[in-house]
């Protein structure tokens, strides 16, 4: 089961990999790793709390709260916001095929994917 999600999640950042394409923004090549990377700053919340932590990065990493973007920019013509939340979007699915799931508030490693490598098991 866990290898059907994970290509679940894989043809998902396909997905918004391909619709980050055809967005009518465009950057020099050089600049798509760092925004595909950047909702991974909303890990700097664990510098506050684990509680902290763990809210910012499910903020940055929940699909429903990209989608929602996403739609608010579709239906708005804001193709910024549109951006962004496929942007989310993607790098959500990506950190899921990764691995990394949503966190609990006890620590970086518990996630809804299971305990990440080296924590509970």
């Known amino acids: 089961m866990k290898q059907v999600l994970q290509l679940e999640e894989i043809a998902q950042t396909i997905l918004g990999i391909a619709a980050l394409y055809y ?5 020099s090549r ?3 790793p760092v925004l595909f990377l950047s909702p991974d700053i909303s890990m700097l919340g664990y510098a506050i709390n684990t509680k902290a932590g763990a ?4 903020l940055f990493h929940h699909k429903a709260v990209a989608i929602v973007i ?3 920019g579709f239906f708005t013509g804001q193709a910024v916001l549109q951006f962004l939340g496929i ?3 993607a790098h ?3 950190d899921r095929m990764m691995g990394y799931g949503l ?3 006890d620590g970086f490693k518990h996630t809804h994917l299971g305990w ?3 924590g509970k098991e």
């Open 116 to 118: 990440l490598k080296g």
């Open 55 to 58: 809210f910012t990065y499910n």
């Open 70 to 72: 996403a739609g608010i």
């Open 87 to 89: 942007l989310l979007f």
């Open 92 to 94: 959500s699915a990506f």
């Open 103 to 105: 966190k609990y508030e």
């Open 23 to 27: 967005q009518p923004l465009h950057f």
């Open 30 to 32: 050089w600049l798509w």
